[in-house]
């Protein structure tokens, strides 16, 4: 579907339908010379994701559907980026080729976040996954303008449909089945990025550099697949950024099986989901290419399959991470804090950020703590958790602050190595001693952690998401961060 955005003092062109978001207890704004039978408007109240198809009786649409954006002094912009997906969804359903989107509403200041919350939705709306059909169902809808009431909300729409086609973008590499997402897949998609942007760099450290490197821990989860492991390293750089340098490392583990500690094969397939943290960066970097954004941006993604073979870490085994700590591998499972570990190593060593987040699908803990609407956030810097949570209301991506405590990181010590990858079972707080763990590889970098298990897939269905798919979660929420960083 191609989206163009026009404004409403433009003349309002031949659609097959027209969409009006409509607020609580305001006069329904139609384009000049579109009638509705006046019992259609009245009996529509406009509360909260209210929709009503209606036949048009004049005007340049052959169909029109009102949507309600509900009522109250400010726009809610999630529910509005919930509207848009509506929008789009009821398109496809009623299988027209074009629609238009009217948003006549006054947005005061709110007006850029809900233009953009508009788009996103819209654009988010249109995700499918049908390319491994035999005969994916086309579908209909071909181009879709969203007119809006001012320059900001424009700006604001403009924003957002990159932003809705990034988040896409994750879900996409998120839902794609294990086989087919490999390591060497990640890659490629990276790769792909990289193209789109002059300002973006790819470099792709392979097993080789990574033994050079001293990156024994990473390099022992990959030892037990037949796929090599990687570790994707972009560059955002333009010539004028400024001084700040930001690090996002994305877990990148395309399928986990557990390794030796195998996991029990009730929903194993899920594993495929344990690269959200990757597809989160990548697809943030997909929006940088066209946002570009004032500071310089790193995106590093550590990739790698977790399965059981001769050459498999054992429970036991003692390996030594590019920053010189050593680490027992009491559970072969606990391998994405292996992985983050030698990709923070290096990002604390090669790149030195100002800031780094990582994203990872780390712990069934955070899951039992937070479920599914809520990612965990973690760190010592006590002003980027307050940041992180407040992108987190703003882009409706959730966040939640959990402690890392000294006896959490005091439980991690090893007996035999400097530490142990999982925490004691009377300790208990699994998303915390992770955690901890992972405060061993950041040196003196202001770092916060993102536990996305719960929020990666499962998260209830919201019109812009499924509760069948991988929700994109990272995308929006690191694009709105940098966004207020500047
Ligand atoms: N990828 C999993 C975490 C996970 C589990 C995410 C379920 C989403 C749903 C991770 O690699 C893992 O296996 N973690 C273990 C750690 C444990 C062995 C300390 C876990 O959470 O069980
Ligand atoms: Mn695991
Ligand atoms: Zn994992």
Not at 87 to 116: H, L, M, N, P, R
Not at 273 to 288: H, K, N, Q, T
Not at 350 to 372: N, S
Request: some cysteine; overall charge positive; proline content about 4%.
């Amino acid at each position: 579907m191609k989206l163009s955005i026009k404004t409403t003092k433009q003349k309002f062109t031949q659609t097959d339908l027209l969409v009006v978001l409509s607020k609580k207890g305001a006069k329904l704004a139609l384009p000049d010379g579109v009638k509705l039978p006046k019992h259609a408007v009245d009996s529509f109240e406009g509360k909260s994701r209210e929709i009503r198809m209606v036949d048009p009786t004049a005007g340049a649409a052959k169909r029109v559907l009102l949507i309600g954006i509900g009522g109250g002094r400010n726009i809610d912009t999630e529910t509005v980026r919930r509207c848009g997906a509506i929008a789009s969804k009821q398109a496809e359903k009623a299988d027209v080729v074009t629609a238009a989107i009217w948003f006549d509403i006054a947005a005061g200041k709110t007006a850029e976040a809900v233009g953009q919350a508009l788009a996103e939705g819209v654009v988010m709306g249109t995700y499918h996954l049908d390319d491994f059909k035999k005969d994916p169902a086309e579908p209909s809808l071909k181009r879709t303008v969203i007119y809006g009431n001012s320059t900001e909300f424009n700006r604001g729409a403009r924003k957002g449909e990159v932003i809705g086609a990034a988040n896409c973008l994750a879900k996409r590499l998120q839902d794609t089945p294990g086989n087919l997402m490999r390591p060497r897949d990640l890659v490629a998609e990276a790769r792909k990025i990289a193209r789109r942007s002059k300002y973006i760099s790819i470099d792709v450290i392979d097993e080789k550099k990574m033994k050079e490197l001293g990156m024994g821990s990473l390099l022992s989860v990959s030892r037990g697949s037949s796929e090599p492991a990687y570790l994707i390293h972009l560059t955002y750089k333009k010539p004028k950024s400024s001084s700040k340098k930001v690090c996002l490392v994305g877990k990148g583990l395309t399928f986990d099986a557990g390794g030796i500690s195998i996991k029990p094969s009730a929903r194993m397939e899920e594993m495929k989901y344990d690269m959200s943290g990757g597809a989160a960066v990548l697809g943030a970097f997909d929006a940088i290419a066209d946002l570009e954004p004032g500071m310089e941006v790193h995106g590093l993604v550590p990739t790698s399959e977790n399965l059981p073979d001769g050459k498999a870490n054992k429970p036991g085994d003692l390996v030594v991470a590019m920053n010189g700590l050593s680490i027992e591998v009491l559970n072969t499972d606990a391998e994405g804090r292996l992985i983050l570990a030698d990709a923070m190593s290096y990002a604390v060593e090669k790149i030195k950020p100002d800031h780094m987040i990582d994203l990872a699908t780390l712990t069934g803990a955070a899951v039992v703590a937070l479920g599914h609407e809520y990612s965990g956030v973690f760190g010592m810097d006590q002003t980027l958790i307050d940041a992180l949570v407040e992108s987190g209301k703003r882009t409706g991506e959730l966040v939640w602050p959990l402690p890392i405590h000294d006896l959490h990181k005091k439980d991690m010590k090893g007996r035999v190595g400097d530490l142990k990858n999982i925490g004691s079972p009377s300790t208990g707080a699994g998303a915390s001693t992770a955690a901890a763990f992972l405060s061993n590889f950041v040196g003196d970098v202001s770092w916060a952690h993102l536990d996305i298990a719960g929020s990666a897939w499962g998260s209830k269905e919201r019109d812009y998401q499924s509760s069948t798919q991988g929700t994109g979660v990272g995308v929006r929420l690191l694009l709105d961060y940098l966004e207020h960083l500047s």
